[in-house]
């Protein structure tokens, strides 16, 4: 991914390199905060700056040709105020700066939220269009001064690591005579969960083996005893009777070891005509109902090994342990 | 994958109401020029589609055949009306209906896009009609709705924006982008002559003609429109004799005097007499002649500063013919400034032996008038005693100056001379010449203006069709030599004008009464702000851009080394707008910019801040740097720090005079670089 620029290298090729990266912005190599300035503003007149542009050229000839003055007067007034309006446009853009705040994470087939940052330090600025190359753009206002997040949606097409891409920041305003773009482009990735399989499997049997034990325990579970909270905790089992009684924050436990028994969500106990991104959508669709339900569950993959645990941080790290499972590395 | 940007949303009523007002202020201005159907048809369909929803209309379906259909039917009208349809009125009403019927079908704002676009091209057809202050100022208007369209367009739909800003912001725009329309106005090149066809070719012709028929002249005398306007050096010449020599008619065919068809060189007489200078500023009429005083000594060239540098004289106007007509190549057909020299008198030598040979011609007809002629010339001692005897003849009988006279039938002068005996300047001058040359005496009629009006405002003289004239010349000794009958009858008409010279009752152009309303007086003062229009603004031809290179002594500039002034000088106009754009919204607070002062130096020293990093933190690392200023730099950063993000309190102004004074204090980058303790 980084292999952007070489600042050893020499010759023509490095300076090709070099200029492609300047123009195009290819390699993910851009520092928090992009301060847009002239080096990264593009402009060009959109179609109907175009069409205006044809206009104006044949009032002129026409202007010349029957010697009208005020023809000529008019063209030029309106040539003003289309170079004005090229001159908001790049205002416009010129000066905002850019930093990325968060990536988020999702499941394949998703879109991935990235937040950015747009600061602007100067006058208020209108219409400006953050897009992702792949991704639907989002227009926000700025207002003089003002700082404010921008959420992008990237859609991920496969699990894995979803980089967030190269962002074009457009504007049109103030004529829709001008668009000028820059491009931004951060090493940002969010995480893309592999896609859970539909409709979900039935769960396996946990460590103890006792499928009876464990519908008991979705039927009637018994508190066994409350313990302090640790971040993380699920919510549906936080104490919530205690929390309204201004008791403090604890978590329920409840009876049996890791309460109705650990799930063990092993790689190696799938069926073997199973393929790896099949498995990987089994053993997410398990990690989910296992989530729902509240139960804790240890996950072993070829290569990586999750003790047992529950919570949204346990959830993360599984989930994540899938995302970014390699076969080829595995058993 | 590309996101394709969403489908594009219909127009909105937003949308419709700046496109409906920019439709029409770009159809307004032409209403009076063309035919009322047409001016109602574009107008109304604007208006249609403004006031009722679309589907109310029509239907979809309908409206996809109904409107092509309109289109060609209107197309067929125009055809009918003009007689013709590749020219530029045609082309203008038809583009005035389009503009109308893609309002009534536009959907989308791409559409919307193509319409501001033809109702931009349509805002220019104006000028083909009229040129004047009002007509530019009615354009800004159009200008402006033209931004707030198009920032109507851009915006996204459903966004709430009023009338206001967007034409605000336009005019904002329109102010930073005046300089560079007045540098493209001024340095912009101009032709001398149309890329294709003649420019005027249907336009309508006004002012003289090269034939005269009982009511030509009286008809133009009806009209207040300016023919020229005459600034002199020196005092204007007395009434009665500011004759402006125009068309001359040496053949009568018994109703209609016209020009001889071939006109041949002529020269200046007599060069040793005084001379008069003035600068006549031409209104376009689409014929060739240029006016002169009589006698003209010189030919008219084109008004350029003085400048003893530059030894070529510059190209004249036009060419004298033998009978003393100023012609030019081509039919005026721009405003034209021409500085002229006459030396006043009312006789010339004659060219040659044709002159006598070709004004002689009579008529078969009008034999009454001959018979007439031949017995008073038989009484008379002399051509000159016959020509006074005429004279007398016109003045004691009674003969009437008047613009209604009744209508002649048959021989018209003898009608006239013997019947009727009421006539306008043309009647007068054409019996006149029919007299003397059945007399044996060769004679033409001279056509052109009498008189002018010295506008106070301005100290210039305007000359008016009203002012137009006819009257005769003689051949007598070798010399030709003018004779005005009109004065015979009616002598207030050479001396004071026609307003004085009329019966009451008449129907005298307004402006060319003598009694000096006010409102006489205001229409004088605007025909001086006209006039200086015409001159500065509409008359801005080659010529006068060249006597701007010439003042700027760029005269002999390439065009490379133009453009590349052009182009820098466009650079600037960006640079400094952008820099001023800057100045109005980048200034910072005082203590942020004392702040950032210090942030600069600092960096320059070698200790950049970090983004992360606040005043205090800042502060701090820099104490370790530079420990000899501890005490300074923390003042600074405390300082700043409650100015920031502290109360806004009684301290506030001391608290700031400190950062000031603090960041003041601190010795330069280069002296910090050297004593940096790193």
């Known amino acids: 991914m980084s292999s952007a620029l070489h600042p050893g290298t020499a010759g023509p090729a490095s300076w090709l390199r070099r200029w492609r990266q300047r123009l195009w912005r290819a390699a993910p190599v851009d520092r928090a905060p992009v301060v847009l300035r002239h080096r990264r503003v593009y402009i060009l007149p959109t179609r109907r700056g175009l069409a205006l542009m044809a206009t104006l050229a044949t009032m002129l000839v026409t202007s010349m040709n029957y010697a009208l003055a005020l023809g000529h007067a008019l063209t030029?007034?309106?040539?003003?105020?289309?170079?004005?309006?090229?001159?908001?446009?790049?205002?416009?853009?010129?000066?905002?700066?850019?930093?990325?705040?968060?990536?988020?994470?999702?499941?394949?087939?998703?879109?991935?939220?990235?937040?950015?940052?747009?600061?602007?330090?100067?006058?208020?600025?209108?219409?400006?269009?953050?897009?992702?190359?792949?991704?639907?753009?989002?227009?926000?206002?700025?207002?003089?001064?003002?700082?404010?997040?921008?959420?992008?949606?990237?859609?991920?097409?496969r699990r894995g690591r979803v980089a967030l891409g190269r962002i074009t920041l457009s504007t049109d305003f103030p004529l829709g005579l001008w668009r000028g773009w820059a491009y931004v482009h951060f090493p940002l990735a969010g995480i893309a969960y592999p896609a859970p399989e539909s409709p979900p499997p039935p769960l396996p049997t946990g460590i103890d083996g006792s499928d009876a034990l464990r519908r008991a325990r979705a039927a009637d579970a018994e508190l066994a005893g409350l313990r302090d909270y640790h971040p993380g905790d699920a919510q549906n089992r936080i104490a919530w009777k205690a929390v309204a009684r201004g008791a403090g924050w604890y978590t329920k436990q409840f009876e049996g070891a890791g309460g109705g028994g650990t799930l063990a969500l092993f790689w190696s106990d799938l069926p073997p005509g199973l393929d790896g991104e099949a498995r990987l959508a089994r053993l997410c669709a398990w990690i989910l109902a296992a989530e729902r339900e509240t139960r804790t569950f240890s996950l072993q993959l070829p290569g990586s090994d999750l003790p047992p645990g529950s919570g949204a941080i346990h959830r993360r790290a599984a989930l994540t342990a899938l995302a970014l499972f390699a076969p080829e590395r595995g058993s | 994958m590309m996101f394709a940007p969403a489908p594009a949303a219909p127009l909105s009523r937003t949308h419709l109401a700046w496109l409906a007002a920019l439709v029409l202020v770009a159809q307004l201005p032409l209403w009076v020029h063309l035919p009322l159907w047409i001016a109602a048809t574009g107008s109304g369909l604007t208006a249609a589609r403004l006031l009722l929803p679309a589907e109310r209309l029509a239907p979809a379906r309908l409206r996809r055949i109904l409107l092509p259909v309109m289109a060609i039917a209107v197309a067929i009208g125009i055809r009918l009306q003009f007689g013709y349809f590749l020219a530029r009125d045609p082309c203008v009403a038809y583009l005035y209906v389009l503009v109308g019927i893609k309002y009534l079908e536009a959907k989308s704002p791409r559409e919307g896009g193509l319409l501001v676009c033809l109702a931009l091209f349509l805002?220019?057809?104006?000028?083909?009609?009229?040129?004047?202050?009002?007509?530019?100022?009615?354009?800004?208007?159009?200008?402006?709705?033209?931004?707030?369209?198009?920032?109507?367009?851009?915006?996204?739909?459903?966004?709430?924006?009023?009338?206001?800003?967007?034409?605000?912001?336009?005019?904002?725009?329109?102010?930073?982008?005046?300089?560079?329309?007045?540098?493209?106005?001024?340095?912009?090149?101009?032709?001398?002559?149309?890329?294709?066809?003649?420019?005027?070719?249907?336009?309508?012709?006004?002012?003289?003609?090269?034939?005269?028929?009982?009511?030509?002249?009286?008809?133009?005398?009806?009209?207040?429109?300016?023919?020229?306007?005459?600034d002199f050096n020196g005092p204007p010449p007395p009434p009665t004799l500011r004759y402006w020599r125009g068309p001359v008619l040496a053949r009568f065919n018994g109703i209609e005097w016209r020009a001889l068809p071939r006109a041949r060189e002529g020269t200046f007489a007599s060069q040793g007499q005084p001379t008069i200078e003035y600068t006549?500023?031409?209104?376009?009429?689409?014929?060739?002649?240029?006016?002169?005083?009589?006698?003209?000594?010189?030919?008219?060239?084109?008004?350029?500063?003085?400048?003893?540098?530059?030894?070529?004289?510059?190209?004249?106007?036009?060419?004298?013919?033998?009978?003393?007509?100023?012609?030019?190549?081509?039919?005026?057909?721009?405003?034209?400034?021409?500085?002229?020299?006459?030396?006043?008198?009312?006789?010339?030598?004659?060219?040659?032996e044709f002159d006598a040979r070709d004004n002689l011609q009579l008529p078969r007809s009008n034999s009454r008038t001959v018979a007439f002629a031949r017995e008073l010339r038989a009484r008379a001692a002399s051509d000159r005693a016959f020509i006074a005897s005429v004279l007398g003849w016109f003045h004691d009988e009674a003969f009437v100056y008047t613009l209604a006279p009744p209508p002649l039938s048959g021989d018209v002068v003898d009608d006239f001379l013997f019947d009727t005996r009421r006539g306008f300047c043309e009647h007068y001058a054409s019996a006149f010449v029919l007299l003397l040359r059945a007399a044996g005496i060769p004679a033409r009629v001279v056509t052109g203006y009498q008189g002018g009006e010295i506008n106070p405002t301005g100290n210039y003289m305007i000359v008016r069709d009203s002012d137009a004239h006819?009257?005769?010349?003689?051949?007598?000794?070798?010399?030709?030599?003018?004779?005005?009958?009109?004065?015979?009858?009616?002598?207030?008409?050479?001396?004071?004008?026609?307003?004085?010279?009329?019966?009451?009752?008449?129907?005298?152009?307004?402006?060319?009464?003598?009694?000096?309303?006010?409102?006489?007086?205001?229409?004088?003062?605007?025909?001086?702000?006209?006039?200086?229009?015409?001159?500065?603004?509409?008359?801005?031809?080659?010529?006068?851009?060249?006597?701007?290179?010439?003042?700027?002594?760029?005269?002999?500039?390439?065009?490379?080394?133009?453009?590349?002034?052009?182009?820098?000088?466009?650079?600037?106009?960006?640079?400094?707008?952008?820099?001023?754009?800057?100045?109005?919204?980048?200034?910072?607070?005082?203590?942020?910019a004392s702040w950032m002062r210090l942030g600069r130096r600092l960096a320059r020293a070698g200790l950049p801040r970090g983004l992360h990093e606040g005043p205090l933190a800042y502060a701090q690392r820099a104490t370790m740097r530079w420990p000899q200023w501890s005490e300074l730099l923390w003042r600074i950063g405390e300082n700043y720090a409650q100015l920031r993000y502290g109360p806004h309190d009684a301290r506030h102004r001391e608290r700031l005079d400190a950062l000031r004074e603090g960041v003041a204090s601190l010795p330069d980058a280069r002296a910090l670089r050297a004593t940096s303790s790193r």
């Open chain 1, 76 to 157: 030029f007034l309106v040539t003003g105020l289309v170079a004005a309006g090229l001159l908001q446009t790049w205002r416009n853009l010129a000066g905002l700066a850019v930093s990325p705040l968060a990536a988020g994470e999702g499941f394949a087939g998703s879109e991935i939220a990235f937040t950015l940052s747009l600061a602007n330090a100067g006058a208020a600025r209108y219409g400006i269009v953050v897009a992702p190359r792949d991704g639907p753009e989002v227009t926000v206002d700025l207002a003089a001064g003002a700082t404010r997040p921008v959420q992008v949606g990237v859609l991920a097409p």
């Open chain 2, 123 to 230: 805002t220019l057809t104006q000028f083909f009609y009229n040129q004047s202050i009002v007509a530019a100022a009615i354009t800004l208007p159009a200008v402006l709705v033209l931004g707030g369209a198009l920032a109507a367009l851009r915006a996204t739909p459903g966004a709430a924006t009023g009338w206001r800003a967007p034409l605000l912001a336009t005019a904002r725009m329109l102010v930073q982008g005046i300089p560079l329309a007045f540098l493209l106005f001024i340095v912009f090149p101009r032709l001398a002559g149309p890329l294709w066809g003649s420019p005027m070719a249907s336009g309508a012709r006004s002012g003289l003609s090269d034939t005269m028929a009982p009511g030509m002249i009286s008809e133009l005398s009806l009209s207040d429109a300016v023919a020229f306007r005459v």
């Open chain 2, 280 to 352: 006549v500023t031409l209104e376009p009429n689409n014929r060739p002649w240029l006016f002169a005083l009589e006698q003209a000594t010189s030919l008219p060239v084109p008004v350029v500063e003085q400048d003893l540098s530059s030894t070529a004289s510059p190209r004249p106007l036009a060419r004298l013919t033998y009978d003393r007509q100023l012609l030019a190549s081509v039919p005026v057909a721009q405003s034209t400034r021409y500085v002229q020299r006459s030396a006043l008198g009312d006789r010339f030598a004659a060219a040659g």
């Open chain 2, 470 to 592: 006819a009257w005769a010349e003689a051949l007598l000794d070798g010399v030709w030599q003018r004779f005005d009958p009109t004065a015979a009858v009616a002598p207030s008409r050479i001396e004071r004008g026609l307003g004085a010279a009329l019966p009451q009752g008449e129907p005298v152009p307004y402006l060319a009464r003598l009694d000096m309303t006010w409102l006489k007086n205001l229409r004088l003062h605007w025909d001086a702000v006209n006039y200086q229009w015409q001159r500065g603004v509409v008359g801005f031809n080659v010529q006068r851009q060249q006597d701007v290179w010439r003042d700027l002594g760029l005269e002999e500039a390439r065009p490379w080394q133009v453009m590349a002034g052009v182009a820098a000088i466009v650079l600037a106009w960006g640079l400094a707008l952008l820099g001023l754009i800057h100045l109005r919204h980048g200034r910072l607070e005082p203590a942020q």
